[in-house]
Structure formats: C-alpha cells, structure tokens
C-alpha cells in the first residue's frame, strides 16, 4: 500500500513517504478571522479533512495543525469602523469558522494555534533571520532580503526580476521592493507588541513559520492550503522557515476554489454564500458531500442546480441504507473498505472514484434487496458505511447523529402518518381494481417531490 499525492513543489504525483514511519503530519493554512465563512472557506478545512481521514483510516498516527490568523489589516479596519476591538471581531469570527467545520462533520485540529499567542517564536525567528543575514530592520519594520535566498520563488514558478511583491501601507525602508514584512511597525492606535526593533505587529507570513516550527519541529510531511495562497503566502512562509535552518514542509498540497460565474469565490467580490445561511435551507451533510465528493484539486462552480443534484444523490444513497436497516436491523460497517475504493484514495485521494465505487455498491445492494437477498444487502451496506465513514458521510454514524435530526424525525413522522392515509385509499383503489384512481394518487403524490415504491411488503415512500 503506497499513498500517492500531488505535490505543487515538484509538479507531479509522487509516493508519499513520512519522515516518521506511521506518522503523518500536517499543516494547513486555516482562517483569516476577520469576517464569517463562506463555503469556499471551508472547502480547504473539509478537503484536509478527508485526506487527515483516509491516512488515519491507513494506520497513521496524524498530528494535524490548523492555524488562525487573528490579526491583519482587514481585521483592525472592521474593528475601526465598528467601534469594537480588534481581538473581539477575531474572536466572533474564529467562531462562526468551528461551528462551520463543526457543522460540516470535520474533525477537531490536533492544535489550533493563534497567530497573536505566537509572537515569541516570531521573535526568535526574525532575530536568526537577521544574525544569517536575511533579514533587515528599517523604521520598525523587519523585512526578508529575497536575494539573500537563492531558492525563492521555486514553488510557484515565477522569475525574481518580474516579481511585483504585494506591499502594504507603512511598509517604508525597503532595500528592494521585492523585499517582503517579516514585522511592522507600529501604528497609533492599533494593537502591537514590543520587539527588540520596536513596537508592532506580526507580518501574515512570519506567522505561520513560526507556528509550524514551534507543532511541528524543524521538518514535517504535508503543507497544505488554498491555491491562492502559493504565492505570495506559502513562497514566504517557506524562504523564511529554509533560510532560519528548517527543512520545513516535504510536500505541498493545495485545493482548488469554489467559483461563481468564473470567479474565485471571496467576501471582496460581493458573491459569497456563508456557511451559516447554507445549513439553514440544506441539510449540512449534504453540503458536505457536495463540497467534499469533487476531487480537492478540481474547481467547483456553485449552483443551486448542482447541489440539488448532490442532494438527490445522496438521497439515494440513504435510501437503501434506511430499506436495508429496516429490513435487518442496524449493521456495523465493515472492517475495509472494497479494494477499488482504497485504490481510488490511495491515487492522490481520488474522492470522485472513490464515490463511483460507493454508488456502484449500492446498487448492487438494490438489486439484492430486489431479489429479496438479505445477507447480499446486509453485506453491501456494511461496504457502504465503511466507505462512507473515511468521507465523513456515514449518516448512521455518532458523528451525524442529533445534529438537527431532531425536529426532521418529528416531521417524517407526520408526513408518514399523512402519506400512508394517502396509500390506503390507493391500496383499496387497488384492491376493487379501479386503477385509473389508483394511478392518479400515485401521480398527484409523486408531483409533491415523493416516489411510492410497491414491494411485497406494501408500498413504500421516500423523497425524490
């Protein structure tokens, strides 16, 4: 067994090899906090989610680091315009973003760290920056010298002549434009902290290799985060970290965007759909497998279309695990997974094979149950719940028990109780062979969004 990943570093899929045998460990860039999450937000949490599932499912012991970014330029103007402090929008925001992946069914972070509770680390990597010479102070600020490392720009392709390096405002001092904030200085009135070149505040960049050596150690396996964020983010991130001494990340993986109408999909542009409006007018593991089933380096063009889709599809998949549970009572998933289905996730966790295996089992569990082979569907629907568990999607599973189940189960009850009022009157129709009626109930029920199914035990409802 070999699990293979694409790594942007070296532009292929490559055999992934820990540096600790039986160990995995991750680092994933997590959120800026300075609004609420749209569903591209939580995309990369919930892509990482499955890839930290499926090695864990493999016999690694993972250790999973997920940062927060508490404090950037976005964050203190909001705070300015609100009239509120800055650490209070943060820290509204960190939230909306758990409750987000708690919703969606991803896992809690083995660590968590906040970019503000890191400010030591910072220190002491800005100040061996500089004793190597590849940092600078100017005015407050302390900037990395891009020349002073000759491996800049590999990641993300790019010529240092033509680099235009984002800068922000206060940023003065520079010994070259290209030069990037490790640290900035101080502004009236805005948060900082004391450092041996003045007051100020952490740089984006700085933040997370400061985090990943203090979690991690010098070297780890995987870093991961959005496409978006090669450059200039994780190009910094890893000249600052390679020029301090690390040997910092092995491999990197970045997930693709949710788009609309073309675009990256973002607060800026005015085209977000936060999470927390989602979950209201869809069932969350249903945005979980709309999110999570296309392959984490695939784009996704949202639509209202496409997730209706996913809800049927998903639907059918819960229908034959609820005709199978009926029939025989709870069953346990099995053991392993079917092997086409390992070998779809082993391929850099090739979810959209993965799932085709999925949909293929239960249709052979259909036919069982058509058949009326009760060991052949039992035995199915354990294949099925196995598969399902590595993808967070197990709707029998604990995981997705109780979460806004309670309120549904009240109402398919008194829709059952309604429905089956209706099939009566279609059985007796039946019975006294006035078909025309008979197929008229069927039809007018149909067109309310339910199919009726006639098997030997009675006919039977479920939502279309």
Not at 158 to 180: A, C, H, I, Y
Not at 345 to 359: E, K, W
């Amino acid at each position: 067994m070999t699990i293979r990943l694409y790594d942007t570093s070296a532009r292929q899929i490559r055999d992934f090899s820990p540096l600790r045998p039986g160990c995995v460990s991750i680092y994933l860039c997590g959120a800026t906090v300075q609004a609420a999450p749209h569903i591209g937000h939580i995309r990369s949490g919930l892509n990482f989610d499955i890839m930290r599932r499926w090695f864990t499912y493999r016999g690694y012991d993972v250790t999973f680091v997920r940062n927060v970014t508490d404090i950037d330029d976005k964050i203190i103007a909001k705070a300015a315009d609100q009239g509120r402090p800055w650490w209070s929008i943060g820290y509204e925001n960190e939230c909306a973003f758990n409750t987000g992946y708690d919703v969606l069914g991803c896992l809690r972070p083995t660590v968590e760290p906040r970019a503000t509770g890191h400010v030591p680390e910072m220190i002491e990597m800005m100040r061996g920056l500089i004793e190597r010479g590849h940092a600078y102070a100017a005015d407050g600020n302390v900037y990395f010298d891009v020349r002073s490392f000759p491996g800049y720009l590999e990641l993300s392709n790019q010529e240092l002549d033509n680099l235009l390096q984002p800068s922000g405002e206060g940023e003065t001092g520079k010994r070259d434009p290209r030069d990037f904030a490790m640290w900035k200085a101080a502004k009236p009135g805005e948060p900082s902290w004391e450092t041996p070149w003045g007051r100020g505040r952490p740089g984006w960049h700085l933040e997370c290799s400061a985090m990943a050596h203090k979690y991690l150690g010098e070297a780890f396996d995987i870093h991961g985060g959005g496409l978006d964020l090669i450059f200039p983010h994780h190009e910094n991130e890893i000249a600052q970290a390679k020029a301090f001494g690390d040997d910092f990340a092995s491999y990197w993986a970045h997930n693709a965007w949710v788009t609309m109408s073309g675009e990256k999909m973002s607060k800026s542009l005015g085209n977000s759909v936060l999470v927390a409006e989602m979950v209201k007018h869809w069932r969350p593991i249903v945005l979980r497998y709309y999110l999570g089933t296309p392959h984490y380096r695939s784009m996704i063009e949202y639509s209202e279309e496409a997730l209706r889709e996913a809800e049927s599809a998903f639907a059918r998949i819960e229908g034959f695990m609820q005709r199978v549970v009926e029939l025989a009572g709870p069953v346990e998933p099995a053991v392993e997974v079917p092997p086409a289905f390992a070998e779809a996730m082993d391929d850099d966790f090739g979810v959209p094979q993965a799932l085709a295996v999925v949909h293929t089992t239960v249709r052979q569990g259909n036919s069982a149950l058509t058949a009326d082979d009760k060991d052949g569907a039992v035995a199915r629907l354990a294949e099925v719940r196995a598969m399902l568990g590595v993808l967070g999607l197990d709707p029998l599973s604990e995981q997705w028990a109780g979460t806004g189940t309670e309120r549904s189960e009240d109402l398919h009850g008194v829709v059952d109780s309604l429905v089956r009022m209706v099939l009566e009157q279609r059985e007796a129709a039946r019975g006294r062979k006035d078909w025309a009626t008979a197929d008229t109930i069927r039809d007018q029920l149909q067109q309310t969004g339910l199919t009726i199914e006639d098997t030997p035990s009675g006919p039977r409802w479920s939502l279309s």
